[in-house]
Structure formats: structure tokens, C-alpha cells
Nanobody, 123 residues
Framework: QLQLVESGGGLVQPGGSLTLSCVASGFTLEYYAIGWFRQAPGKGREVVSCMSSSGRSTNYADSVKGRFTISRDNAKDTGYLQMNRLKPEDTAVYFC????????????????WGQGTQVTVSS
């Protein structure tokens, strides 16, 4: 019954934009921090961005800062990642995950994960 589902991935040209969504089912998202992570082929999973449950605190990886924006709509139990000026290096499977309470923006702090959505940036 509990589910976290990412969507919005696809193929986009360099310089383009894409918005990812993360919908929570079976629980209320507003009590949780939300994070976005990605894993490129042959590489480990890395942090992209995190946002506290209140939305007051955000973190971004240096590689995406200024290009990506994390947001949430608690009324819809949905988190978002707006990605602009995409680069081929952004190609990866993107995951959303949640964490209860105050936690650092690290992979191990996030305990419930979605299945991921593929983002491919290519001309």
C-alpha cells in the first residue's frame, strides 16, 4: 500500500528542461524530508538535492546548483525536481526518497525509495 513513484523522465536535448515528479501513496508526505538522487551507468548513487519537510532547508549538489530546483506540494503528496539547462552528464536514473525527521542530505539518511525514472540527455 505504501508507494513512492517517480515520473517525468525521458529523452531531452542538451540545454533542455525536464520536471520530475514523486508521488507518495499510502502515507502523508508533509511529515518527511524529500530527496532526489541519481545513478549513472557504472557509477555509484549520488545526492542531487534534498528538502526538509517544511521546505525551509534545501541542499544541492555542486554539479546541479543553479540549474535544478527542488520543490514540494504537500497538498498533492508530491515532490518535484525541476531540471534546467540539462547536460549529457546529467544522464542517469533518478530516484526520489523520503526521510522522517531531521537528517543530513546523505543517501544513508533516506530510508524509503522509489523505483527510479530514466533521464537521458543527448542530441
Amino acid at each position: 500500500q505504501l508507494q513512492l513513484v517517480e515520473s517525468g523522465g525521458g529523452l531531452v536535448q542538451p540545454g533542455g528542461s525536464l520536471t520530475l515528479s514523486c508521488v507518495a501513496s499510502g502515507f502523508t508526505l508533509e511529515y518527511y524530508a524529500i530527496g532526489w538522487f541519481r545513478q549513472a551507468p557504472g557509477k555509484g548513487r549520488e545526492v542531487v538535492s534534498c528538502m526538509s519537510s517544511s521546505g525551509r532547508s534545501t541542499n544541492y549538489a555542486d554539479s546541479v546548483k543553479g540549474r535544478f530546483t527542488i520543490s514540494r506540494d504537500n497538498a498533492k503528496d508530491t515532490g518535484y525536481l525541476q531540471m534546467n539547462r540539462l547536460k549529457p552528464e546529467d544522464t542517469a536514473v533518478y530516484f526520489c526518497a523520503i526521510s522522517y525527521g531531521s537528517t543530513p542530505c546523505t543517501i544513508d539518511a533516506y530510508h524509503y525509495w522509489g523505483q527510479g525514472t530514466q533521464v537521458t540527455v543527448s542530441s
